[in-house]
């Protein structure tokens, strides 16, 4: 946002450099981020916070000015002629939650022509160009003192020739409207528009009608100025695609007791411009009060929170010259709130503003007493072992948005979305129920810019619309692509695959005690991931993970033209588990036997090696150290001897599985007859499994 210092020095007579203003303002919040120019001629850019709608404009930055300098705020105090006549104008709020109140005033007998150059000059400063006396006075009014107001042109407002109607109402079916940028927009009933007695004029606080726009053959003018419902402006605006400077701050708020002083000061800039003679009284209808109850302001909290007195002449003096009303009670205030403070609430509030205008360079570097202890949130420490353990494996921490589209909610999981009730745009219109969109996102970016490998991982909440109530789960989600970490220093290079993917998996979930860790190789979603290069992980039959390579089409549609692999952890299911206790075992000072097993095996999912070495270890053999996979061969010539059989194995197709299992004692030295017997046992629990050796 643009401000001009020259305008603000306007209201307050403060003698410091505009270096030193734009310094000294943004010490207390109101933030100057750069000028342009210099001299009279030089411009604040400033960054205006959402809630301080306020200080959207010259006279509320003064304020602040006042405020900081203990300088008096010159009042805005428009001067206006003697009324002749009868305004000629009924208006009625139909709708009072839309519209709470609304101020117009009528100018009759104008000539319509070019501003002022001193007008046109300042609001092209500001990057805004100069339309005609009208409607620049309505813009010079919204930068100088902050309330949107806007012109009609009384003659094209059906009933002109008698008392025209104004009536502030919901649309009806069918209704539509050319706005001043010369789109015919079709309305529902819940755009709230100013109407005539037929027609829509404006769709309040947002932009007026094309037909009853000012023109150089405008004679007869209405100013209308009005508080809307800042929910009600903000739909509109969503709906309609549209944002202008008048829907900018009804959004956020604007000054209830500001309505009247804003048509008036039109009505001067008018006069001044164009001539014409003001007519009537203001009509000003209120269809609700805006009052706002008066809030205690406590000294020893004063203290307590800032850790500092500041005395009561000093608060009176802030506040008061921020607009405040003040009354002693004891030791303590009764403040009541300006109408335009919407973001003041609250006790706090009131410190806050304290604070900032005294000045929190002076207040002592120490931290507030505090009586109680630090409580370690669950699942803290085995967050840090997580994360700790991914910066090891080579991943990069990220964080992407917590939203996403509707269409991404549901492609990349089967929970259903929390929509958002004012989304940001299409795009980010629901909470996220994966956090695989954002890393798909993040990867791209990275490739997009040249990085051609990138490990990533973010750790946070994703939302699901669940019936228990209970819509958050904690997750951690993988991205990865490119080349693999080398192992070794002469290792060859080679490109990240699945198995890098399963290893990083079974690394992370180690230090969680179980009984069984499976990797279910199904397709865990069809549309997302890579046949037979994904996997669920299965803990004691719970779902901990799902992992695998992105489908070429996912992928692509990302824009990224390589491998990508993604996975997800379901913390909240991991952490109901206890880690495990890490202990010291002597190394055995007694060898180890080994003993291979080539064994033939249906091909079938009922034959993975988690099945086959779940069995091993079900046998309970105490020196049972390890079962490992030496060598696996499947195809059409498994099995044969000499002559290709029809079907081998009992009619099904068949893989040849080379074992090696090693068993070691801590105490002793193992016989040949013991190992032979365990032998035995598990060739009879391969069979079991429809395997058997090999001749």
Not at 126 to 146: C, P, V
Not at 356 to 378: I, Q, T, W
Not at 578 to 589: K, S, W
Request: glycine content about 8%.
């Amino acid at each position: 946002m643009k401000l001009s210092p020259q305008w603000l020095r306007e209201f307050v007579d403060v003698k410091v450099s505009n270096a030193q203003l734009a310094e000294e303002l943004t010490l207390t919040g109101t933030a100057v981020e750069n000028t342009v120019g210099d001299g009279d001629a030089m411009i604040f850019e400033m960054e205006i916070t959402t809630n301080r709608p306020d200080d959207m404009n010259h006279y509320g930055v003064a304020r602040e000015i006042s405020a900081l300098y203990d300088v008096p705020l010159k009042a805005i105090k428009p001067k206006l002629p003697a009324v002749t006549g009868l305004a000629g104008i009924a208006i009625t709020i139909e709708d009072g939650h839309g519209c709470a109140r609304y101020t117009a005033r009528v100018i009759r007998g104008v000539k319509i022509g070019p501003s002022p150059k001193s007008v046109a000059e300042r609001l092209a400063s500001l990057e805004h160009r100069a339309i005609n006396s009208a409607a620049d006075a309505s813009n010079y009014t919204l930068w100088e003192m902050g309330h949107p107001t806007h012109a009609f042109d009384l003659d094209k407002l059906e009933g002109a020739k008698g008392d025209v109607r104004i009536a502030v109402r919901r649309a009806r079916d069918g209704e539509t409207l050319k706005t001043l940028d010369g789109v015919e927009r079709k309305l529902t009933r819940e755009d709230l528009v100013i109407a005539d007695a037929v027609k829509p004029v404006a769709l309040a606080g947002v932009m007026g009608g094309f037909d009853s726009m000012i023109t150089d053959a405008t004679t007869n003018v209405l100013i209308e100025a009005a508080w809307f419902e800042p929910v009600v402006v903000r739909k509109m605006a969503k709906r309609h695609g549209m944002h202008t400077d008048a829907s900018h701050r009804f959004e956020r708020g604007a000054d209830f007791g500001a309505t009247l002083l804003a048509a008036d000061r039109v009505a001067e800039l008018i006069l001044a411009s164009a001539g014409g003679n003001l007519v009537g009284a203001p009509i000003d209808v209120i269809a609700r009060e805006m009052s706002r109850p008066p809030i205690m302001l406590r000294c020893a909290e004063v203290k307590r929170i800032l850790g500092k007195v500041i005395p009561a002449k000093e608060m009176q003096r802030i506040l008061g010259r921020l607009g405040f009303g003040l009354t002693p009670n004891g030791d303590d205030f009764t403040v009541q709130i300006p109408s335009w403070r919407l973001d003041v609430e609250r006790e706090i509030d009131l410190i806050e503003e304290l604070a900032r205008v005294h000045g929190y360079d002076k207040f002592e570097n120490s931290l507030p007493p505090y009586v109680g202890a630090v409580v370690e949130l669950p699942g803290a420490e085995k967050d840090a072992r997580m994360r700790s353990t991914l910066l090891a494996l080579g991943y990069n921490e990220a964080i992407s948005l917590t939203f996403i589209s509707t269409a991404e909610a549901k492609f990349f999981s089967p929970a259903l979305a929390l929509t958002i009730a004012n989304p940001l745009s299409d795009e980010a219109s629901v909470m996220r129920n994966s956090l695989i969109p954002g890393m798909l996102g993040m990867l791209a970016h990275n490739l997009n810019r040249g990085v051609e490998t990138v490990r990533l991982f973010e750790a946070g909440n994703v939302f699901e619309d669940a019936a228990s109530g209970d819509f958050q789960r904690k997750r951690v989600c993988l991205g990865a692509t490119g080349q693999a970490i080398a192992a070794g220093l002469h290792q060859q290079a080679r490109a990240y695959s699945f198995f890098d993917m399963k290893g990083d998996i079974e690394t992370l979930l180690m230090p969680f005690a179980c009984n069984s860790l499976q990797f279910n190789p199904e397709i865990v979603l069809e549309n997302r991931y890579h046949p037979g290069r994904s996997a669920r992980v299965m803990m004691d039959g719970v779902t901990v993970a799902k992992f695998g390579q992105l489908l070429p089409e996912v992928a692509t549609s990302f824009k990224m033209r390589q491998d990508v692999f993604v996975g997800e952890i379901y913390l909240d299911a991991l952490y109901q588990r206890q880690t495990r206790n890490i202990r010291y075992v002597a190394l055995p000072r007694f060898p180890a036997m080994e003993r291979d097993f080539s064994l033939l095996f249906p091909d079938t999912e009922a034959t993975r090696f988690e099945k086959i070495r779940g069995a091993i270890t079900g046998l309970k053999i105490p020196e049972l150290r390890r079962v490992d996979p030496v060598e696996v061969l499947a195809g059409s010539g498994v099995g044969w001897k000499k002559d290709p059989p029809k079907q081998s194995l009992d009619g099904a197709p068949s893989k040849s599985v080379l074992l090696r299992v090693t068993f070691q004692s801590s105490e002793r030295t193992l016989r040949e007859e013991e190992v032979a017997q365990w032998a035995q046992a598990i060739v009879a629990a391969m069979e079991k499994l429809g395997g058997k050796l090999r001749s």
